[in-house]
């Protein structure tokens, strides 16, 4: 039985873990204990606070195995992504150089340093045990996030926005980095992504060249990695496609890794969650129906399952005893629902039109 719900501080050893077999390894999730603990406590702050409106809310939850008892997979919403200080990436531009003299017309690809998505909430800092990669556990721990911002609508921004890592070569270093940021920090990929994820970012601002920078001088190397996720979440990218998510002219400004941007009203999860009042029966008598992700309406003590989509004529959802004590619902509670499948898992629909 697997359950998402939020993190406690119990939780930190499986956080710390998780930080440390992330691939690649995490900005947002750094495996440093002083700043996982601090998670946690924000976290804790997050789920406590009465919220009008998106701040600097930050809500990490965890994928417990209950078989197990512990958690072994982790992710994180930020409720406002440059809330405490703004959330830089670059965006890809088009300029176009023209001579009538010489008869000659070119358009060329930029990169201009951007907060636009400041405004945005951030879905990030996702880690699964590698033992559930592959399974219903990581859609489930992806998107049930997106079923507590459903029932928590002004806690967070109508634009939702997630940001993948970039491409890495057979030594795990970036060549968007190599051939851009490394001429200005003078640092390893590694060494500046470990330091911005324990520290503040505003460095960026103060060293990262403000000009744009004309992608036909960068390195080969360096071209292809723009926008390029990194192999290992290329299965995640394709989900959050077919969710609704579209790919934007942004990208990360450390290893040029894709930014995808989606409002929250056109997003699956969100077209196809409804609530359903529960009825309890022996998990022997449910009839066969699709999984779906299921959630209860507690702000605290938010639980998110994969449970059997099937309901009685009367629209009511047949839970076994154990899911709804998992839940922690009653007979007659209403609970939110959505499918686990995406219709369109195989549709990348482009650019955001709002981006071009």
Not at 5 to 23: F, I, K, M, V, Y
Not at 92 to 121: C, G, K, N, P, Y
Not at 217 to 232: K, M
Request: with cysteine; hydrophobic share 40%; aromatic share 8%.
């Amino acid at each position: 039985m697997l359950v998402v719900r939020p993190a406690r501080p119990a939780d930190l050893p499986a956080l710390e873990r998780l930080a440390g077999s992330a691939t690649p390894r995490l900005t947002n999730l750094p495996a440093h204990r002083d700043r996982l603990e601090e998670r946690l406590a924000r976290s804790q702050r997050a789920f406590e606070a009465e919220v009008e409106f998106p701040g600097d809310e930050h809500y990490t939850f965890v994928l417990e195995d209950l078989e197990r008892g512990e958690a072994v997979g982790t992710a994180t919403i930020r409720a406002q992504a440059g809330a405490r200080e703004a959330y830089y990436t670059y965006r890809q531009e088009t300029l176009i150089h023209a001579s009538q003299q010489l008869d000659v017309r070119r358009e060329v690809q930029t990169l201009s340093l951007s907060h636009e998505v400041s405004e945005a909430s951030l879905l990030c800092a996702y880690s699964l045990d590698a033992h559930y990669r592959g399974t219903s556990a990581e859609s489930l721990l992806r998107r049930a996030r997106l079923m507590f911002i459903a029932q928590y609508p002004e806690r967070f921004a109508e634009i939702l926005a997630m940001a993948f890592p970039g491409y890495l070569d057979d030594e795990q270093q970036s060549p968007f980095w190599n051939s851009v940021g490394r001429h200005f920090f003078v640092r390893d990929f590694q060494d500046i992504n470990y330091i911005a994820g324990v520290r503040s970012k505003s460095f960026i601002a103060e060293v990262m060249p403000q000009f744009p920078l004309y992608q036909a001088l960068l390195t080969p190397q360096a071209r292809a990695a723009v926008g390029r996720e990194h192999p290992e979440h290329e299965s995640a990218m394709s989900e959050m496609l077919a969710e609704g998510f579209l790919r934007s002219r942004h990208v990360d400004i450390f290893d040029a890794g894709p930014v995808i941007k989606g409002e929250r009203e056109r997003l699956e999860s969100f077209r196809h969650a409804a609530w359903h009042p529960v009825r309890i029966r022996p998990a022997h008598s449910l009839p066969d129906a699709e999984p779906a992700m299921v959630a209860n309406q507690r702000l605290g003590d938010f639980r998110c399952v994969v449970a059997r989509y099937a309901l009685s004529p009367t629209g009511q959802l047949m839970l076994s005893p154990e899911h709804a004590e998992l839940l922690g619902v009653e007979e007659g509670r209403a609970v939110l629902a959505a499918p686990l499948a995406l219709a369109g898992a195989e549709h990348d629909p482009g650019y955001d039109e709002g981006e071009l």
